[in-house]
C-alpha cells in the first residue's frame, strides 16, 4: 500500500507539473506542446513515436499500479520508490530552471534562451532523466513484462529525442565547434589519450552528462578524422 500511495503521489507531482507550467505558458502566448509539429522526416517520425511511447507507459503504469503487480522482492520496490521520487524532484527543478524556454520538443520558430544555470550545469537534459527515473522507479515498484517492454521503448525515444535536439538547435552546432577545435589544440600537444584526460577534465565532463555522450563521441571522431 505504501509503494501504491508512494507511486500516485510522484506521478500526480509529475504530471501536475507539467500541465501547470503548460498551462501558465499558453496564457502567455506560448504554445509548449511542439512534439511533431511543423516537422517532416525522422524529426517529425521521432517525437511522435516518443509521445506514443510516453502515452502508452503511462497508461500501463497506471494500470500496473492499480492492480499492485508485485513481483520484485521489498528491497528493489523501495529503490524504486527512490528513483520515482527523485524523477520526479529533479523534472520539477529542471522545468522551473527552464521558466519560459521550457517545450516539449523543439521548436523551429520560437526564440528561447540556452540555459545553463541551476541543474542544467549538471546535466543537459535533466528532464529527460526525470522522465526516465520516474518510469525506471514505476517498474521495479510494479514490475510486469509488458511494462518492463513500454519502460525501455519510452527510453530509447527518449534518447533519440536527445540526439537529435543537440543536432537540431543551431546554437548547439557551434557550441560542438568550439569544443573540437580545443580537442584539436590540445590533440596537437599530447601524445596519449590519459593525459589529455588530465588536462581538461571540464571538457571531459559531457562524457558523464546524461545524454550527452553521444555528443562527445561525434567531436572525437571530428577531431580525429
Same mark, same amino acid.
Given at each position: 500500500?505504501? #509503494?501504491?500511495?508512494?507511486? &500516485? ?7 501536475? =507539473?507539467?500541465?501547470?507550467? @503548460? ?9 509548449? !506542446?511542439? %512534439? ?11 517525437? %511522435?513515436?516518443?509521445?506514443?511511447? $510516453? %502515452?502508452?507507459?503511462? *497508461? $500501463?503504469?497506471?494500470? +500496473? &499500479?492499480?492492480?499492485? /503487480?508485485?513481483?520484485?522482492?521489498? +528491497? ?15 523534472? *520539477?527543478?529542471?522545468?522551473? /530552471? @527552464? ?10 520558430? !520560437?526564440? /528561447?534562451?540556452?540555459? /545553463?544555470?541551476? &541543474? ?6 535533466? $528532464? #529527460?532523466?526525470?522522465? !526516465? ?7 521495479? @515498484? ?6 518492463? #517492454? ?15 535536439? &543537440? ?7 557551434? +557550441? ?9 589544440? %590540445?590533440? $596537437?600537444? +599530447? !601524445? ?23 555528443? #562527445?563521441? =561525434?567531436? *572525437? ?5
Amino acid at each position: 500500500m505504501e #509503494f501504491k500511495l508512494i507511486s &500516485i503521489a510522484s506521478i500526480i507531482a509529475f504530471y501536475g =507539473c507539467y500541465f501547470v507550467k @503548460m498551462f501558465h505558458q499558453k496564457k502567455q502566448g506560448i504554445q509548449t !506542446d511542439q %512534439i511533431g509539429k511543423n516537422k517532416v522526416g525522422f524529426v517529425k517520425f521521432v517525437e %511522435i513515436t516518443m509521445k506514443i511511447a $510516453a %502515452i502508452l507507459v503511462f *497508461i $500501463a503504469g497506471l494500470s +500496473s &499500479i492499480f492492480f499492485e /503487480t508485485e513481483h520484485n522482492p521489498v +528491497s528493489v520496490r523501495i529503490f524504486g520508490a527512490i528513483l520515482s521520487v527523485a524523477g520526479t524532484a529533479i523534472f *520539477i527543478v529542471a522545468v522551473w /530552471t @527552464m521558466r519560459d524556454s521550457w517545450r516539449a520538443g523543439v521548436s523551429k520558430t !520560437d526564440k /528561447t534562451e540556452l540555459v /545553463t544555470n541551476g &541543474i542544467y550545469q549538471i546535466s543537459r537534459n535533466p $528532464a #529527460f532523466l526525470g522522465f !526516465d527515473l520516474l518510469y525506471i522507479g514505476t517498474l521495479l @515498484m510494479f514490475f510486469n513484462w509488458i511494462l518492463c #517492454f513500454l519502460t525501455v521503448f519510452a527510453v530509447i525515444m527518449y534518447h533519440l529525442q536527445i540526439v537529435k535536439k &543537440i543536432f537540431y538547435l543551431p546554437h548547439l552546432e557551434m +557550441s560542438i565547434c568550439n569544443i573540437r577545435r580545443k580537442f584539436v589544440a %590540445i590533440l $596537437a600537444e +599530447s !601524445d596519449n589519450f590519459k593525459f589529455l584526460k588530465l588536462r581538461n577534465r571540464n571538457l571531459w565532463r559531457c562524457h558523464y552528462v546524461y545524454g550527452n555522450w553521444f555528443m #562527445f563521441r =561525434c567531436c *572525437i571522431w571530428n577531431c580525429l578524422r
